[in-house]
C-alpha cells in the first residue's frame, strides 16, 4: 500500500489531521468519504481537488466512497456563506444530482469489481425516510447546541460578522452530515471523512456522532485540504465568463485548456502538484526547467495538457493545442475563412459583440457607423477614426482605412466578421439574415 497522506502532504494538499489517521491508513485498506452538494448539475474544477483526492486514495490502495448531497442540498451548507442559500426545488435538485453522478462516473469507475472500488451514495436514500421526532431523538439528543455553537461556520453568522443570522434549517446542516458519516460508518465500515478546510467544522461533527452513537471504542477519523487560492489572494476557478466547469458543454474544452495554460508562474508551480497525478520527482524537473526559461512556459504547457487530459481526454487535448496554436499564428484572411463555425466560434465566442443584419452589408453603411454606434466596439465616431487613421484596425486580418466598404462576402461563414484593433483586442461581429 501506498502512504496515502504522504503523497497528499508532498502536494500540498494536507491542512488539518486528525490523530490517528495516518496510521489507520497505513495499517490496513480504509474506506472514505467525500461529499459533493448539489448546488449545479456539474461541478467546476474546485471540484477536481476532492475528486482528484479520491483518485488518489484509490490508487493508494483504500476504498473511496464518493456521496451526492441529495439530502443536504436541500438544506444548504452554510460553512463560507454570508447569507442563507435559496432552497433549490425538487425537480432542479434531482436534475442537479444525476448530472453530478454523471461527472464522477468519469473520473471513478463504479462498476469496478475490485475489492477497493469506489462506491457512489445519495444520502437521500437513508434520510428521505427520517421523521422530525425520529431524528431529533435519535440524532439530535447526541450533540449539544454548545458543541454545535462553537463552530466557526456557526458563530461568525450568528454573531453578525458573516451575513444576518442563521435559520434553524442551516443550523442543523452539520447534524445532518454527521448523520452521514454515522451511516457510512455502520454499513460500509468507512472510517474517514475527507473534504476542504472550510468543511473541518462539519466533519469533525461526523467523528463525535459515530463515537456517541456507537459501542464506546468506534474510531473515526477526519482530514482535510486546504481550499485553493490564487497566489494573489484572489479566488481559484474562475474566468472572465465565470465559473470553469468540467463539461465541455458549459465551459469548452479549448477554455478549458486555456485557463491552465495561462496561469501564473507562482500558481502553476502549486497546481501542478495539486491537480496532477505526476510523481515527486518529475514535477520537480519541470519547475527547473521552467526556471531556467520561463518564456518557454514548459510549467504551464504541462499542467495544462495534464489537467486537460484528465478531464477531458488525449483526443480533446489535441483538439484544444491546435486552437491554440491558430489563435497564436500568423494566421490569415485565407485561414480564417478555411475555419469550421464550431472552431471559429470556441476560438473567438468571447469576443462577440452586437450583432449587425446582412441588410446593412448590403448598402453602402459608413464602415464608422458600425465599428462606433451599431457594435459599440469603440465608443464613439472619434476614436474609430483615430484608429482607422493610425492604420490600427483590421477586418478579417486585413488592415483598412474609412473608406473601407463592408460587403456580404467579408461575413466568414457567412455569419461572423472579425475586428482586430491593435495587436491584441479582437471583436467578433455576428451577421444575421
Known amino acids: 500500500m501506498k502512504n496515502f497522506v504522504e503523497e497528499l502532504r508532498w502536494r500540498g494538499m494536507v491542512h488539518d489531521i486528525m490523530p490517528g489517521t495516518e496510521e489507520q491508513l497505513n495499517k490496513e485498506m480504509t474506506a472514505a468519504y467525500i461529499g459533493f452538494d448539489p448546488t449545479s448539475d456539474s461541478l467546476h474544477i474546485g471540484s477536481l481537488v476532492p475528486i482528484i483526492i479520491l483518485v488518489h486514495l484509490q490508487k493508494s490502495g483504500h476504498k473511496p466512497f464518493a456521496l451526492v448531497g441529495g439530502a443536504t442540498g436541500m438544506i444548504g451548507d452554510p460553512s463560507g456563506k454570508s447569507d442563507e442559500r435559496n432552497l433549490l426545488d425538487e425537480a432542479a435538485l434531482e436534475k442537479n444530482v444525476e448530472g453530478i453522478k454523471r461527472v464522477l462516473s468519469r473520473f471513478l469507475d463504479f462498476n469496478d469489481t475490485s475489492a477497493n472500488a469506489p462506491v457512489l451514495v ?27 455553537m462553537a463552530k466557526d461556520s456557526v458563530k461568525k453568522r450568528l454573531t453578525g460578522e458573516a451575513g444576518s443570522g442563521m435559520s434553524f434549517t442551516e443550523f442543523t446542516y452539520q447534524l445532518i452530515q454527521g448523520y452521514d458519516f454515522y451511516h457510512l460508518h455502520k454499513e460500509y465500515n468507512c472510517l474517514l471523512q475527507l473534504g476542504g478546510s472550510d468543511q473541518w467544522g462539519n466533519i469533525t461533527t461526523g467523528t463525535e456522532l459515530v463515537r456517541r452513537m456507537n459501542d464506546e471504542g468506534a474510531k473515526a477519523y477526519a482530514m482535510t485540504c486546504p481550499l485553493i487560492t490564487k497566489a494573489d489572494g484572489s479566488k481559484f476557478g474562475k474566468s472572465e465568463g465565470g465559473n470553469v466547469w468540467l463539461d465541455a458543454d458549459k465551459t469548452s474544452v479549448y477554455k478549458f485548456y486555456q485557463f491552465w495554460l495561462n496561469t501564473t508562474d507562482a500558481d502553476a508551480e502549486k497546481y501542478i502538484k495539486i491537480f496532477t497525478f505526476l510523481p515527486k520527482e518529475e514535477v520537480e524537473a519541470i519547475i527547473a526547467e521552467h526556471v531556467q526559461a520561463p518564456h518557454l512556459r514548459v510549467l504551464q504547457k504541462r499542467l495544462a495538457a495534464e489537467v486537460t487530459t484528465f478531464v477531458h481526454g488525449a483526443e480533446s487535448l489535441e483538439d484544444a493545442v491546435k486552437k491554440s496554436e491558430f489563435v497564436f499564428s500568423n494566421y490569415t484572411r485565407e485561414d480564417l475563412q478555411g475555419l469550421d463555425e464550431e472552431f471559429f466560434t470556441d476560438i473567438f465566442g468571447e469576443f462577440f459583440v452586437k450583432a449587425i443584419s446582412l441588410g446593412d452589408l448590403s448598402v453602402e453603411t459608413d464602415i464608422i ?35 473601407f466598404q463592408l460587403t456580404s462576402s467579408d461575413a466568414l461563414l457567412g455569419k461572423f466578421i472579425l475586428v482586430s484593433f491593435g495587436k491584441k483586442k479582437n471583436f467578433v461581429i455576428p451577421v444575421e439574415e
Not at 434520510?127 to 450533540?143: A, L, P, T
Not at 454606434?373 to 484596425?393: C, H, M, W
Open 369 to 403: 457607423n458600425i465599428l462606433a454606434d451599431q457594435t459599440g466596439i469603440f465608443p464613439s465616431r472619434g476614436e474609430a477614426r483615430k484608429a482607422l487613421a493610425a492604420n490600427a484596425v483590421a477586418i478579417n486580418k486585413v488592415k483598412i482605412t474609412d473608406a
Open 122 to 148: 445519495n444520502n437521500y436514500d437513508w434520510m428521505k425516510e427520517f421523521s422530525f421526532i425520529g431524528f431529533v431523538r435519535d440524532v439530535g439528543k447526541r450533540i449539544t447546541v454548545n458543541y454545535m
